[in-house]
């Protein structure tokens, strides 16, 4: 009797707790929403669900909303108009609905309800609703599911930060026009909502530009035979007695920009100078290098002469070629222009760069940096582009527009003090969000051993802080080491997970161990219907 009285006393306190579980288990949203107000019962999804709509802004999220009902349950919902139930309603909501981005989505067992001002807004909304069913509607193969219980609930929801990026480096190793689609759409059902597409480096050029055709027909190709070696530290992995190739045409790149629109994703394209530009180089030497320059040098990376000559005429006519074919192919409002790891030993010995430096009065190669970026900030401008930059370029102070963006990656502290000089900022700390370093270090573990391990809770841990200078955090997915796209998928994911939840989730609301049960329970399973090679969790 002792022992049923002491069972007796602990027994409402073990319901609260699991109770409480079994509520966070049925909300496995992946970022944590804002606000969520669990309710009673359930909405059930089937062929007969209607949807209505007051706003064009909802087109983008109903028609993702079908196509994955279409493919993984055999039907579509139909827009009707006199429906009271089994409804689901998009409605435009600017005077309710304050913030970007931000949407209320109330999950009722006669109705759904989306509310938001803008696209974005919906498709979040809609995102959110898709967690909330169960994980095969992210399948990419298997049986039909018609049936979709959702649980009730209120969401009230918006950003942390308007910027919430990914970079994925395509020159160091291509990627098929395939495989970027699908890791756009996987960003996009996290709610991540820029693409930072790393096209030039000097391992290859994978953008098609119509005035410089060399720039793919020897820039884009490497291994024997070709002008461009592969480089030799980090070492680059794989089998180097053959010839690597590939690159996006401009068709390629016009339907992936189109793609990722309608995911509420901008791209920001990077054309890396004017280190980092060997297959450049190499390409169009009599543009871009002094020929009576005896500089001899190596980059970090071990590459040699692979720095764009900026006491050249013709460097800036080509630069221009390139932005303006650039930017009609990307409309988003910025260009990223590198500006990182410019080789101790470059322009030493260049003739042109000497008479630069006398023309414009010039005391210091940082100086000379300085004039290279502060044309190419005017070029980008002529062509209606904002700039962002690593953080290598705001060492010299240079005249660059207010707008201009500065990404720090060297250390949490770097931007930070990029923020108190009052300048637009984008954390991207490698210690915290570069995704090509491994997650612990081990000999079987795939990814770079240059920086600290990398693990999805040291991930998770960033805080990035407040400022209105900090426009967003953003992770670098580096591509020496991936070998093919199963590498590329275990060295993103769980990463990005917990990068998106760092994104978007207000810090006071963000708890690793609550993270984790989501993860682990419908967080990963999306991951497995989708093929997603990700790292399991130890």
């Given at each position: ?47 007969n ?17 079908q ?7 055999g ?36 109705k ?14 809609v ?61 996009a ?22 005035q ?20 030799t ?93 650039v ?53 980008a ?17 240079p ?21 108190k ?12 969000l ?105």
């Open positions: 009797m002792k022992y049923i009285r002491q069972l007796l006393r602990f027994l409402p306190l073990w319901l609260l707790l699991t109770g409480a579980l079994f509520a966070e288990t049925k909300y496995d949203i992946i970022p944590k929403p804002q606000k969520l107000f669990p309710g009673k019962g359930v909405f059930l999804l089937d062929k669900t209607a949807y209505q709509t007051d706003t064009p802004l909802s087109h983008s999220a109903v028609a993702y909303l196509n994955h009902l279409e493919y993984n349950a039907y579509g919902i139909q827009q009707k108009k006199h429906v009271a139930k089994n409804i689901i309603c998009f409605r435009y909501a600017r005077g309710k609905v304050k913030k970007a981005e931000a949407y209320i989505l109330h999950i009722s067992p006669a759904i309800v989306i509310e938001a001002k803008d696209k974005a807004g919906f498709f979040y909304a995102i959110s609703l898709m967690q909330l069913m169960e994980p095969a509607i992210w399948q990419t193969a298997g049986t039909k599911h018609t049936r979709w219980h959702i649980p009730s609930c209120t969401i009230e929801d918006y950003p942390r930060y308007h910027w919430r990026g990914m970079m994925l480096d395509v020159s160091r190793n291509f990627f098929s026009k395939t495989y970027v689609k699908k890791f756009i759409d996987r960003m059902q996290y709610k991540l909502n820029r693409f930072h597409w790393h096209l030039t480096d000097d391992e290859g050029w994978r953008i098609e530009i119509k410089y055709p060399l720039l793919t027909r020897i820039g884009a190709r490497r291994g024997p035979g070709t002008k461009l070696p592969f480089s530290f980090p070492a680059m992995r794989g089998p180097k007695n053959r010839v690597q190739s590939g690159y996006y045409t401009q068709n390629d790149i016009r339907e992936i920009v189109a793609y990722a629109k309608t995911r509420c994703i901008e791209i920001l394209p990077e054309i890396d100078m004017p280190g980092h530009a060997k297959a450049a180089v190499i390409a169009y030497p009599a543009l871009l290098q002094d020929p009576n320059d005896t500089s001899r040098y190596r980059s970090v990376q071990r590459v040699a002469n692979n720095t764009i000559d900026p006491g050249l005429e013709s460097t800036y006519r080509f630069m221009e070629h390139i932005i303006a074919e930017s009609r192919l990307f409309p988003f409002g910025y260009i990223h222009l590198g500006g990182d790891e410019v080789p101790k030993g470059a322009w030493e010995h260049s003739p042109s760069v000497k008479k630069l430096m006398r023309r414009k009065g010039l005391k210091s190669k940082r100086a000379v940096a300085n004039y290279f970026f502060s044309r190419m900030d005017s070029i401008a002529q062509y209606g582009k904002k700039i962002v930059v690593w953080q290598e370029v705001l060492k010299g102070k005249n660059l527009r207010e707008d201009t963006i500065f990404m720090a990656w060297q250390n949490p502290k770097s931007g930070y003090r990029t923020i000089q009052h300048r637009n900022t984008l954390m991207a700390p490698v210690q915290y570069y995704f090509d370093q491994q997650y612990v270090r081990s000999k079987k573990e795939p990814g770079h051993t240059w920086s600290t391990p990398v693990s999805t809770r040291k991930t998770y841990s960033f805080n990035p802080g407040t400022s209105r200078y900090l426009k967003g955090v953003h992770a670098c997915l580096w591509s020496e080491t991936l070998l093919n796209k199963q590498i590329a998928d275990y060295l993103a994911w769980p990463r990005t997970l917990a990068l998106s939840e760092v994104a978007w989730t207000a810090q006071k609301h963000r708890n690793w161990h609550n993270f984790k049960r989501r993860m682990q329970g419908k967080g990963l399973e999306r991951l497995q219907v989708q093929g997603i090679h990700y790292r399991p969790m130890r």
